[in-house]
Structure formats: C-alpha cells, structure tokens
C-alpha cells in the first residue's frame, strides 16, 4: 500500500520515511513512530492498518542518523543491536525528524501520533515539544524521565502488566504526574501489539487499538 520517500529535518538531516496513503480522501494525518528495530515489516503493516482506517500515515526511518535502512528482528542479537543503535541517535535528532513527518502531514488538515516501545517515548515528547493534534504512546519505558514536560496537546498511554521493562510503580508515577492524562494497562508484556513478538497478546493488541481509534477520532477527526 506504501512507499519510501524523503523527508528533511529542520537540521539538514534527510531520512527515508514509509508512506501510506487511504484509498478515500484522509481523515487526517498520523506519524507512527517506529521502536528500537526500525522501520521494518511489522512497522509498515502498523501504518498500512492506519492507512485502511483513512488515514494519512508516515512513519520516518528515525535510525538514519545512525545507518540508513535498518530493519530488524526482534530477538538476540537485534535486540542488541537496536538498543545500541538507539543510544547513538539520542532523543533530540529522532524528535526533529517526527517534526519533519509532521510538516509533510500537514496538508491532511490535523495530525496525530502513535509510538510503539522507543517510539512511545518519542510519542511523550512529540505531545510535549511539538505541534501536534494528539498523541498515542504503546508502553514507553523512558517516559518516567520526562515527567516534568507537559503535554501541548491530549495524551493517552497504554502499557502491560507483565512488563519487564517498565514496571507498575513507573505507570504509577506517571498517572500521580499527569493525573489528566488516561493512562491504560493491559494484560501482557512489553510489545503485546506485535504479533512479530512472542509477548503478542492479541485480545490487548485489539482493545488498546480499539481504544486508539477512538481516541484519534476524537481528536482528529
């Protein structure tokens, strides 16, 4: 359904983004924002699904500032590797480049976000740094270190109960932080929405998208 184009961030920095477009005029436009294994098959499908849902949707290839075209598994040593490749890039650059998704969505009227796993982070602090018309943001674990920014725009965050990586008395702080923000657990382990993963949990992945939809409709549209 999609395709790779160029996008230019307000530094210079050129990526590659993943396009896709719905088959009826957009509803609006969205930026999925990727998690540590790149702009991959699982990604793509993310936006290809947001796509059919009528929207207009680009994901940028926010690990071009480190390597361009990295797609990655989910186990081992892709783990690994996307990790690293996530602390090269750091949080500044990979918000610049969103920004740049942002601008390229504009002339489909409002524009949201939804981040996954590194990405839900990114979805925290695009609400709080950009100009964006809402924000979604899947168990992102470094949220907890950006408390003290305030979202410009409404926010809901969803999270899993067996998370190893982000643990309940984190989601706790966020909820005492940002009482109006809705915040969400679910069943399940970091990355319960990727059916690529083996912590999927499908009955989650489908109310959290549930709720997403609902949410995007409300605020976008």
């Not at 396009?19 to 098959?41: S, T």
């Not at 849902?53 to 590797?81: C, K, M, Q, S």
Request: aromatic letters at 8%.
């Amino acid at each position: 359904m999609g395709e790779i184009i160029r996008i230019t961030a307000s530094d210079g920095h050129a990526l590659d983004a993943y396009r896709a477009e719905p088959e009826a005029p957009a509803r609006a436009g969205l930026v999925v924002i990727q998690e540590i294994f790149g702009v991959n098959d699982h990604i793509r499908a993310v936006a290809d699904g947001f796509a059919a849902d009528g929207f207009t949707v680009i994901a940028p290839a926010l690990f071009d500032r480190a390597e361009p075209g990295v797609e990655l598994g989910y186990i081992g040593p892709d783990r690994d590797r996307g990790r690293e490749i996530r602390a090269d890039v750091g949080w500044n650059g990979p918000v610049l480049d969103i920004a740049a998704a942002v601008a390229a969505l504009k002339p489909a009227g409002r524009v949201g976000v939804v981040g996954y796993c590194w990405g839900g982070s990114l979805a925290w602090l695009a609400a709080c740094r950009l100009d964006v018309d809402c924000s979604v943001g899947y168990y992102g674990g470094q949220i907890k270190d950006y408390l003290d920014e305030q979202p410009r725009c409404p926010v809901m965050l969803q999270f899993g109960d067996k998370d190893e990586s982000i643990p309940l008395e984190d989601v706790d702080a966020i909820r005492a932080a940002h009482g109006g923000v809705p915040v969400h657990v679910y069943p399940g382990g970091h990355g319960f929405n990727c059916d690529r993963r083996p912590s999927h949990h499908p009955e989650s992945a489908a109310k959290a998208r549930e709720r997403t939809l609902a949410f995007l409709a409300e605020h976008l549209g």
